[in-house]
């Protein structure tokens, strides 16, 4: 039994313990989460990006995402195509339904094709049976209905497999005429029990260069696409290429893993090169895996990790020097891993990419492992924590700058039963908005012409825009909602939030959008883009009743204004301030309104002098020394007070003496023309006669019961009484 004073002094310890741990913060026995370090790209709130890469891979090896099983084995021949072109629109409404905005679509996955070949055989996996014709196109059916949505399209190879197995049936049907595998025995190897073509062979390299162009030449892809099978082995030398390394290598390396990397180099290269002459607007991508190499293997610039399959030292795939030397224009490294890995943590080798591709020419989009969902054994990967993973995984590629979006391996997967909770967490969360695909401003291309005379009608489905456009670089167009009173933004990423749809430019003229559901068109205001096929954006077309197509402060407080303001835009007289603004009740200085006058007359005379007040080198001193030579600005003689702002009165005395200049006679008016003014009085001497003829012809009208002389005009007032003047001119 404890003595009581020693009793006494425990007591007092954990009294002043419980003190300690009471003014401590909270979460001092917290333990550390492998993510802390990246809170500041992992927000509370959910972030939008207006631009970001969303996409899947469709793969067809095995028949994994496409077709299925059911729909390959259907023996009648309709049926079949009928199937899987069913199969194949379903996936791709979906893609939409996820707010994607690409997919890759696997259309090589063993030295074979979906689609028509002069060099190698209609793939198995299309009928059952390898070389059968399937007797319909599948990539030129896949681009089309993908286009329809205004998805993104990459052809994706593998460039070097020829088969997924090695038995006595799969070497017999490859047994037939155009098979690699028949014609050029020579070039076979056998890896990871698969029949692959030897990498180090310049002739193999040249037959998967010209599958590949076969099929940027002949079809209206977006991208090409490889994977992550270069040198594919269960360990090093089981390809048994030793001869073709003594045959090709021609002293020139040292040793057999620098030779193959230069292998994968030159077949890296020469597409790029090709790929650009060609099509220079088709996008080249790799998808490797996810490390490049380990520091802890002696590479000093690899990454801290710890993966058994690196690009560089297994797969002889130097992805590193490919983004350095851009060969290509976007990397997807297969991140398939939580950011609690402890061999190849998510945030450790993303910002290790993130560096990899920052400031070159190279998109960075990270392949996710959607497959894993309640499919592994990592506590990350499964129930709830599955779904907070992935959130911490899409809110960083969103967060992180050089990351410009997602791909996740793979499609099925959207549709597995156990994976619902990630997949409606990123449907309802992070990609509950829509994105556009990012630019790539090394591939050229450039934003169309805005469209142009927008109109809103209510119907039965919802809302209708419809526009014109005419621009043949117009690829589609995106679609952007507010309401009436909010800022209209469409560059910003939290503008990402206001896009509700894209629509596919139909062709040139009339082009149509439907919002449906249940919208108050007279509260809601429309901004349209028109973007090429790299994505380079256009300015907006507003669409709302009473509304400017241009400016979106012109709206229904200037709706007798609209009109005017919208027609001297397209007619090059006036300009907003760049940025959709107008501002329609800014006063206007005289020099501006002399300017406008001048531009919009297209007046010319030759001068030798101006006004004193009026330097040279100013935008507006051409268009006042010409005014003042043909009588029409007169000032005061030898000043002009070009900066002050000009009065109603002013500016009804200079139309009344641009008329005359014009030869354009008024009708005679007398002092009962001004009768209907209440505040006639107020009206100088020198201007009584101007603002008579002036309202007598209809050019001017009062406000209210005044004609406000001494007020100064608006650029709206301005543009009305020139729109007017330019109307009576016409009708001449």
């Keep these: 039994m404890l003595a009581k004073n020693a009793l006494v002094r425990i007591i007092s310890i954990f009294i002043v313990f419980i003190l300690m741990v009471s003014a401590s913060p909270i979460n001092i026995f917290a333990a550390a989460k492998p993510w802390d370090q990246y809170t500041q790209y992992l927000p509370g ?56 905005n690409a997919v890759f679509f696997q259309v090589s996955p063993e030295g074979d094709a979906l689609y028509k070949s002069n060099i190698v055989n209609w793939s198995r996996y299309l009928t059952g049976t390898f070389g059968k014709d399937p007797g319909f196109d599948p990539l030129a059916f896949a681009i089309e209905e993908a286009h329809k949505r205004n998805l ?36 076979i190897r056998t890896a990871r029990s698969r029949f692959v073509v030897d990498p180090g062979i310049p002739d193999a390299r040249d037959w998967v260069v010209g599958r590949v162009m076969e ?51 030159v077949l890296i290269k020469e597409l790029s090169q090709k790929i650009q002459i060609t099509k220079p607007w088709v996008k080249f991508g790799i998808s490797p895996a996810g490390v490049w190499g380990n520091k802890k293997d002696g590479h000093t610039d690899g990454s801290n990790t710890n993966s058994s399959l690196t690009n560089y030292d297994q797969s002889f795939a130097d992805t590193k020097r490919w983004v350095e030397e851009e060969l290509i224009d976007y990397i997807s490294p297969q991140i398939y891993f939580t950011f609690a890995n402890s061999r190849v943590p998510y945030g450790e080798i993303s910002d290790w990419w993130a560096d990899v591709v920052k400031e070159r020419n190279v998109h960075l989009y990270i392949g996710q492992a959607l497959y894993k969902i309640n499919d592994n054994n990592d506590q990350y990967f499964q129930g709830n924590d599955a779904v907070d993973e992935f959130d911490r995984q899409l809110k960083f590629n969103i967060m992180k700058p050089e990351i410009m979006g997602s791909i996740m391996f ?69 679609v952007y909602r507010m309401n009436k009173g909010e800022k209209i933004d469409i560059s910003s990423d939290g503008s990402g939030a206001y896009l509700i749809g894209t629509v596919r430019k139909e062709q040139n003229g009339l082009q149509e959008f439907i919002d449906k559901g249940t919208i108050d068109a007279n509260k809601v205001i429309y901004a349209v883009t028109a973007l090429d096929r790299l994505h380079n954006e256009s300015r907006e077309l ?53 300017l406008m006058v001048v531009r919009a007359l297209e007046l010319k005379a030759e001068f030798q002098d101006n006004f004193s007040d009026v330097p040279k080198g100013v935008y507006y001193y051409d268009a006042i020394g010409t005014a003042r030579t043909l009588g029409i600005a007169k000032g005061d003689g030898a000043t002009f007070n070009p900066n002050g702002n000009i ?55 009062g406000s209210g019961d005044g004609v406000k002389p001494k007020h100064q005009a608006t650029r709206a007032e301005i543009v009305v009484v020139l729109h007017r003047l330019l109307q009576s001119i016409d009708s001449i």
């Design 215 to 265: 099929v940027v030449n002949n079809y209206d892809i977006d991208g090409i696409h490889f994977d992550d099978y270069f040198y594919y082995e269960s360990y090093e030398g089981e390809l048994d290429d030793k001869e073709t390394f003594r045959k090709y290598n021609s002293s020139q390396y040292s040793n057999i893993g620098d030779w193959r990397r230069n292998n994968t180099y």
């Design 45 to 100: 709130q959910t972030p939008i990006a207006k631009r970001h890469l969303r996409a899947a891979w469709i793969s067809t090896v095995i028949n994994l995402d496409w077709p299925s099983l059911e729909a390959r084995s259907i023996e009648n021949d309709e049926e079949r195509i009928q199937r899987s072109k069913d199969e194949l629109i379903e996936i791709l409404d979906r893609s939409v339904e996820m707010n994607m």
């Design 152 to 187: 993104e399209l990459h052809a994706w190879f593998n460039p070097y497999r020829v088969s997924m197995y090695t038995n006595e049936a799969i070497v017999e049907s490859l047994n037939i005429e155009k098979s690699v595998f028949k014609e050029h025995p020579e070039w």
């Design 542 to 594: 507003i669409i709302s009743t009473n509304q400017s197509k241009y400016f979106y402060d012109v709206g229904n407080q200037y709706s007798w204004a609209i009109d005017a303001i919208d027609s001297s835009y397209e007619r090059g007289i006036v300009y907003g301030d760049g940025k959709g603004l107008f501002n329609p009740g800014k006063n206007t200085t005289r020099g501006d309104f002399i």
């Design 410 to 478: 793979r499609f099925k997967n959207f549709n597995d039963a156990g994976k619902q909770q990630v997949v409606n967490g990123m449907k309802k969360n992070l990609w509950a908005t829509k994105a556009l695909v990012p630019v790539m401003p090394w591939k050229g291309g450039q934003a169309p012409d805005n469209p142009t005379q927008g109109k809103v009608d209510s119907t039965n489905q919802g809302i209708k825009l419809s526009w014109l456009d005419n621009d043949p670089n117009t690829t589609y167009y995106a």
């Design 647 to 701: 009065t109603r009165e002013d500016m009804m005395v200079i139309m009344a003496r641009t008329l005359e200049i014009l030869d354009i006679e008024l009708e005679e008016a007398g002092e009962e023309s001004l009768d209907m003014y209440n505040d006639a009085s107020l009206i100088s001497d020198y201007a009584r006669q101007a603002v008579a003829s002036l309202t007598k012809s209809g050019l001017i009208q």
